[in-house]
């Protein structure tokens, strides 16, 4: 798989090296060269999830990795189940959160840690991440006992949820967390800090697992094929999927789904209120806002470093702009479509239930709507029992480390500190 940087044409690189590197000079995002067809589509929809998902990934990386290799790291990630839910005769739940933290980022997070086990055999290496929540949580899961590798997750302290910090904080071993006296910010000030730091790069071989990573978007096409799948096959032929976005790595992959031969009438981008992308989408202009705080927290960005991939999949592929439109989802429209999802007896969470609002403001008769649930309603606890007055029960990997103990060291936000902290490790 060969694949070229948006900000400089000429620098292309292998898949191997874009997983490595994350992000290529200039910053620029990697994309690839060339988008493989998928030729028989219908009878890979008959495939259970794990077979069809090693077809899938095999046609962008067999080449490169070795389809044995492709088979072993697909069902080593994938080793949880997904679901599809009807919630009416017209709507569909397509449910990324029976992985091991709760939340879709678990797809991208484990078959990008398998890829790192790969490539780097033998050698050492060490990511380092900031989170807020899920993708902290999503990567620590991932990593967690391959050899080799140890992570150090960066957090601030105090504000996120304990049972949050108890996911991906009780683990040991390969895992190293640390409480920031700071905001998420600064965690993030740190890690960058930390890359700029060239010497310290190289004596930890340090890797960034974010978002922008091209290994977890191929992941989740993976589940866009198992939604379709899902769907009985008199109800396929103007199929249309909502999305929650935030860093729009998600939609990214669903549009890549596309390209490779899912047959996907158009999809939803659908944004709480930091809605630079259906602005964009209806004026023509790029124009961040400050960030707003919504209680859909994961998708609280105002500038969504992976638009550039789907311009350029516009570009490459010749679509036609109505494949996407863009619907912004308040908080008050939001908490109106989780409740008019509970009365429908589908109990979901902030980020699903924008996902299903955007989706019934677009709908059509003639149309099959599928709307992606991204995290457990039991993340978002206390947002879900406030709106719809119910008591929630904790799913078991929450009651597993309810009564355990968090091993985090606390720390200044302060880099020299973590420097040696890193150093030590
Ligand atoms: C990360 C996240 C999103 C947004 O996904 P993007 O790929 O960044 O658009 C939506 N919902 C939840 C629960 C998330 O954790």
Known sequence: MELYNLKKNQQRV??????????GDNQGLFFPTEVPKL?????????????RSVSILDAWLGDELGSDNVETMVRNAFNFPLAVTAVNAQTYALELTHGPTLAFKDFGARFM???????????????????????????????????NIEVAVLYPKGKISV???????????NIHTYAVSGSFDDC?????????????????????ANSINISRLLAQICYYFEAVAQIPSDQRDNIVISVPSGNFGDLTAGLFAKAMGLPVKRFVAATNENDTVPRYLTTGQWQPQPTIATR?????????????RIEELFKTQGWDKALVSGVKVTETEMVKGLKDLYSQD???????????????ETLTNDETGIFLCTAH?????DSVEDILAIKLTLPQPLADVADKEILSEDIAADFSQLRQKLMAI
């Open 188 to 208: 993030q000030q740190l890690v960058k800090d930390s890359f700029d730091d060239l010497e310290l790069k190289q004596a930890i071989s340090l890797n960034s």
């Open 39 to 51: 030729n028989d589509v219908n009878s890979l929809l008959e495939q259970d999830f794990v077979s």
């Open 377 to 381: 309603p039991a993340k978002f606890q």
């Open 113 to 147: 840690a398998q890829c790192l086990n790969l490539l780097c055999k033998g050698e050492k290496a060490t990511i380092l991440t900031a989170t807020s929540g899920d993708t902290g949580a999503a990567v620590a899961h991932a990593f967690y006992g391959l050899d």
């Open 346 to 360: 589908y109990l979901c969470e902030p980020h699903g239930a924008i996902a299903a609002y955007a989706l019934n």
């Open 163 to 173: 049972l949050q910090e108890k996911l991906f904080c009780t683990l040991g071993g």
């Open 296 to 308: 859909a927290n994961a998708m609280d960005v105002s500038a969504p470093n992976n638009w550039p």
């Open 14 to 23: 292998s898949f191997s090296q874009a997983v490595k590197l994350g992000l």
